[in-house]
């Protein structure tokens, strides 16, 4: 068997996704290659509450160069790829990426491809508020002609808040799942023919098992990459 290669995943964004993360990258691995292979992983695990402090402090230069400083530490000890486990933390991927050497796997381009390969033309998104407020996607989405739609402003906060007061947490409920669901209702109405789940928490409440309107769920898409990536090497 040849060597697999080892990805530098950045986590803790929070850690009830970056399991997942380890997780799914195991399964795909052992999948792919068989026997008793799974992937060699190095995490640099984040403490949330520095970066949630942060945030609601809008110093988003502080962030980068936090996630920056990890991202080097990672190349350090031998990764041959690097990847950040959550989509909000995108907002200031350029910073976090400064310096590298071995690639980047940013998740806006793996999610963007994949869009655009199902030939979606107008996708809803889901996500954390710092993300559904930026043009994070819908700028990084303009280059694949797919057109980005967010909530209104209600159904906004109301995802926000459920992901940072809920599933950051671990808390699943039912009642949460159908008013993201009515959610997905809504953009839909509008022109929405398929939503991005788009921040690594919501798969842990949505599933497309939940509703006929296809779901991109970014944490899956993110690690299907990563795996082909450690089992196939990274392309510079």
Not at 98 to 116: K, S, T
Request: charged residues 20%; contains cysteine.
């Amino acid at each position: 068997m040849s060597e697999l290669t080892r990805v530098g995943l950045l986590a803790g964004m929070s850690w009830q996704s970056s399991q997942q993360y380890y997780r799914r990258l195991n399964e795909l691995v052992g999948e792919r290659v068989g026997g008793y292979a799974s992937a060699p992983v190095t995490l640099h695990s984040v403490d949330f509450a520095e970066i949630h402090e942060l945030q609601v402090a809008g110093d988003w230069d502080a962030q980068g160069q936090l996630l920056n400083r990890a991202a080097l530490a990672l190349q350090a000890g031998g990764v041959g790829a690097v990847a950040l486990a959550t989509n909000t933390l995108h907002l200031v991927a350029e910073q976090i990426s400064a310096g590298l050497e071995v690639p980047f796997i940013d998740l806006i381009d793996v999610v963007g491809e994949r869009v655009a390969a199902t030939g979606t033309q107008t996708v809803g998104l889901l996500a954390t508020g710092y993300t559904m407020r930026s043009d994070l996607y819908a700028r990084r989405f303009a280059k694949f002609g797919v057109e980005v739609l967010v909530p209104e402003p209600d159904d906004l906060e109301l995802v926000h808040q459920i992901i940072y007061n809920e599933l950051v947490k671990g808390v699943i409920t039912p009642d949460s799942r159908a008013r993201y669901l009515e959610v997905i209702g809504r953009l839909t109405d509008r022109g929405a023919t398929g939503v991005i789940l788009g921040c690594t928490e919501i798969p842990l409440l949505l599933q497309q098992s939940d509703t006929p309107i296809p779901l991109f769920d970014t944490t899956e898409l993110h690690c299907q990459v990563l795996a082909d990536i450690i089992v196939n090497g990274a392309q510079q």
